[in-house]
């Protein structure tokens, strides 16, 4: 069964960086496209970072480029999400998510439960 | 960047109706959309690949069409547990999500 758990969240002061983890099972983490989504409170679904297989290439909207860093460590089964320079506007529930299939080209079959980040001073 | 324009943003329903939701994107993506269910407090649920191909466990009374820019999903005969809302997601450049669509029961 194919489990992904996020970690990592919290409140922390605008202007600070946090580092989120999450961790995967079920599957062979290193065959696959991993991705970030974010979630406002009761807002809609953003994407906000994807990572190829080996780690070599990553993708961002032009929302958070800069700021954003996705990074996996294919040993441990991680996946990762720095988060510099916070505004409150990153105020989310952030969820790990796997890409559907081996491809390139393929929508999001697999999500984790969340951790919700809160930007407040 | 290629941007969805799902609508409507909600949506009424009652038992046994069929509604339908649309996305339009703003150049084609030849036929790269999926489609989600949230409800809430839960994560993401994929149900549509490649505007038409049902994920394993998605309801037959799950449907989508389109080609191009314009695409749609439809649910026939409603059931309780489809009150959800429903996001359209391109993947052909990058990934982007619809504004969503809250289906709600009359």
């Known amino acids: 069964e194919v489990q992904l758990v996020e970690s990592g969240g919290g409140l922390v002061q605008p202007g600070r960086s946090l580092k989120l983890s999450c961790t995967a099972s079920?599957?062979?983490?290193?065959?696959?496209?991993m991705a970030w989504v974010r979630q406002a409170p009761k807002k809609g679904l953003e994407w906000v970072a994807t990572i190829i297989t080996s780690g070599s290439r990553t993708y961002y909207p032009d929302s958070v480029k800069g700021r954003f860093t996705i990074s996996r460590d294919d040993a441990r089964n991680s996946l990762y999400l720095q988060i510099n320079s916070l505004e409150s506007e990153d105020t989310a529930t952030y969820y790990c998510a796997r890409h559907s299939t081996i491809a390139a080209i393929s929508p999001f079959a697999y999500w984790g439960h969340g951790t919700l980040v809160t930007v407040s001073s | 960047d290629i941007q969805m324009t799902q609508s409507p943003p909600s949506l009424s329903a009652s038992l046994g109706d069929k509604v339908t939701i649309t996305c339009q994107a703003t150049q084609n993506i030849h036929n790269y959309i999926a489609w989600y269910q949230q409800k809430p407090g839960k994560s993401p649920r994929l149900l549509i690949r490649y505007t038409s191909t049902l994920e394993s466990g998605t309801p037959s009374r799950f449907s989508g069409s389109g080609s191009g820019r314009d695409y749609s999903f439809s649910i026939s005969n409603v059931e309780s547990e489809d009150i959800a809302t429903y996001y359209c997601?391109?993947?052909?450049?990058?990934?982007?999500f619809g504004g969503g669509t809250k289906l709600e029961l009359k």
């Open positions: 079920g599957f062979t983490f290193s065959d696959y496209y």
């Open positions: 997601q391109q993947y052909v450049s990058l990934w982007t």
